[in-house]
């Protein structure tokens, strides 16, 4: 590899990096709250807009979406240099010359995404939604969201497995009281045909 390629490749990687993170816009103290817009094409205030982007920045809302186009522009390159391999540089030049070119509508990503949530919420609600994850419990809980929820289900489903299992007990003891004694066919407790 020349230094030249190098040198494109990492400006790509930088580019990337600076243009697919979410850009997080400080929301404008306005007096005057907007109510949220219904969906549609209703006009939406800057200052609700603003408060959108930092609500939507705040949350991480299009975190998930960052690395679409740099694995798009992996996967092409393996598709191109597949059919011409001896082009290899070549092929990556140009696959990472087009990302770098579409790497600035990421932007618009994250307008279409803040009106999403200013239809939604009103300006006030969204500078609140900011404000908490914005700050330390907030930081706290998106990065520690996954590992309770994990840990949430986990719990949920021994507690589930639990409360068939005495829910079924109970039912069938029930159901040997109310018949004499005999336990349930086999299969017919089961709900199966």
Same mark, same amino acid.
């Given at each position: 590899?020349?230094?030249? @390629?190098?040198?494109?490749r990492?400006?790509f990687?930088?580019a990337a990096?600076?243009?697919?993170?979410?850009?997080a816009?400080?929301?404008q103290?306005?007096g005057?709250?907007q109510?949220?817009?219904?969906a549609?094409?209703?006009?939406? =205030?800057e200052? +609700?807009?603003? #408060?959108?982007r930092?609500?939507v920045?705040?949350? +991480?809302a299009t975190?998930q979406f960052?690395d679409?186009?740099?694995n798009?522009?992996?996967?092409i390159?393996s598709?191109?240099?597949a059919n $011409?391999?001896?082009?290899?540089?070549?092929?990556s030049?140009l696959?990472? *010359?087009?990302?770098?070119?579409?790497?600035?509508r990421? #932007?618009d990503?994250?307008t279409?995404v803040?009106?999403?949530?200013?239809?939604?919420?009103?300006?006030?609600?969204?500078?609140?939604?900011?404000g908490?994850? %914005?700050?330390?419990a907030?930081?706290?809980?998106?990065?520690? %969201?996954?590992? #309770?929820? $994990?840990?949430?289900?986990r719990?949920?489903e021994?507690?589930? $497995?639990g409360i068939?299992r005495?829910l079924? @007990?109970?039912?069938f *003891?029930?159901f040997?009281?109310?018949? =004499? %004694? @005999?336990?349930?066919?086999?299969?017919?407790?089961?709900?199966?045909?």
């Open positions: 590899m020349t230094f030249s @390629q190098s040198m494109r990492s400006a990687a930088a990096a600076i243009l697919l993170c979410p850009a816009v400080m929301a103290q306005s005057d709250q109510p949220a817009a219904q549609g094409n209703e006009d939406i =205030g200052s +609700h807009l603003n #408060a959108a930092a609500a920045a705040a949350i +991480h975190d960052d679409i186009l740099l798009a522009a992996t996967q390159k598709e191109l240099i $011409r391999p001896d082009m290899e540089s070549k092929i030049d696959v990472d *010359d087009a990302a770098v070119e579409l790497a600035p990421r #932007a990503l994250e279409e803040a009106r999403i949530y200013a239809r939604l919420f009103s300006e006030d609600e969204l500078n609140q939604v900011a908490f994850y %914005g700050s330390e907030g930081k706290k809980l998106l990065a520690q %969201g996954p590992e #309770a929820t $994990r840990n949430m289900l719990a949920a021994v507690w589930s $497995r068939v005495d079924r @007990q109970a039912a *003891d029930g040997r009281q109310m018949n =004499g %004694g @005999q336990a349930p066919a086999a299969g017919g407790a089961t709900g199966q045909n």
